[in-house]
């Protein structure tokens, strides 16, 4: 008797037919619907999701009232372009935005689509702030899959083939510790790191010329690093001396994940210019530009923008997930969230020498497997099988990191207790038995 074929599996055989191959699959789960944290598969099977769609769902999968929102917007108006005709869900979203996340006195605003697409204006709103060219960025950045989101990348297998990219970007070493500070003391090694930002000057590009330092300060796709608070005051000083634009990317780290709404509020440092989308808009797709008012200001009318830019379902969207976040003081869970975890995976650290690292920022939190306890051998195939295994047992969760060695946890923060008990039951499982079927 022929086994009847499972209806995930005949869904993912007919993308392979007809989608290419370049779209990725990071995990082979399929969905009839969501709620919260868990994602019913097209078997009718429960999943428990820590993956929220690469951080997007930090409010839950389909939540009511930015469901209802959505719908009465729907039967409104659909679209008219804000740059052809103005509507308020736009300035509201902007004033809130505002609100929560002050550049200084006075703040300004702009939406678009993608998180790409959010950089990508602010590097041009830098540029013509600065009336300079030069933009760096940081090894392990992630920024997106336009042009110059992608030059700014720095994981080679995102843009092979597809250059040449954009002129004018230089790139610094991520300050991260655990893959570059081998020998060293961590303040040793900062300081190191900030020595290098001032030789910069010198060895890699005339200040005087460059628009924009841009960086995630908790690094997602890169594998889940916070830049350390001196590095990040001491690029604050660099930015101010020289007259260069802070350019903050929060697409991923944004809207809660760390515990603020976004992840520089930890730090005591504000940038120029900074980016959002993802977990903005439960899913809808929304991002946001925000920067001092005059930075803002600099870019002329008509330079940015674009025919969707801030479509009014999402914006409507963006607002009541904001109100919901408010409500449901996601900040907080959020912390309450990265205790759990933390408690747990630390203390399995301390039983498998695969794993190098448990680290990150509120429920922003990655988990690093290498060969012999060694930073400079990363376990691919550990964590491949890691993420199967998982799938297996119906959570899914995704892998980050340039040797794609790290799983990252991206859970819902409306996740209750029980299901992300569960949740870290089936991953620490999956952890023990492919590390015991590796030795
Ligand atoms: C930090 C960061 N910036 C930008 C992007 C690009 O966002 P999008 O995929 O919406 O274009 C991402 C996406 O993962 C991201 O993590």
Sequence with gaps: MIAEKSKSTELLERRKKVVAN?????????????????????????????????????????????????QEQAAKYLHTSFNVVSYEPYVELCEKLIEILPHGNETKAMLVSTGAEAVENAIKIARQATGRQAVIGFSEAYHGRTMMAMTLTSKIGYKIGCGPFAPEVYRLRFPNFYLYGKGLEYD??????????????????????????????????GGFNPIPKAYL?????????????LIIDEVQSGFCRTGEWASWQHYGVTPDISTYA????????????????????????????GTYIGNPVCCVAALATIKLMEELDLNSKAKEIADTINRRFKTLQLEHNSI???????????????????????????CAEIVQRCSDDGLIIISAGIEKNIIRILSPLVITDEQLERGLDILESAITSAINRSI
């Design 278 to 305: 993802k977990s903005m808009g439960s899913g809808m797709p929304i991002a946001a530009v925000l920067g001092r008012k005059e930075v803002m200001d600099a870019a002329a009318a008509g330079s940015i923008g």
């Design 233 to 245: 005051k001491a690029l604050r000083t660099h930015c101010d001396k020289y007259g260069i634009m």
């Design 22 to 70: 370049g779209v990725g699959v990071f995990n082979r789960a399929t969905v009839q619907d969501a709620k919260g944290a868990i994602i019913t598969d097209a078997d009718g099977r429960a999943l428990i999701d820590f993956a929220g769609g690469i951080g997007v769902v930090n409010a839950g999968h389909c939540p009511e009232p930015v469901v209802k929102a959505i």
């Design 188 to 221: 040793d090694f900062i300081n190191q790191e900030i020595a290098q930002l001032e030789m910069s000057t010198q060895n890699l590009v005339d200040p005087n010329t460059v628009a924009a330092i841009i960086l995630e300060a908790v690094q997602g796709e």
């Design 356 to 382: 190098g690292d448990v680290r990150g920022l509120g429920a922003m939190i990655g988990i690093e497997f290498v060969k012999h306890n060694d930073t400079s051998q990363p376990n691919t195939a550990l």
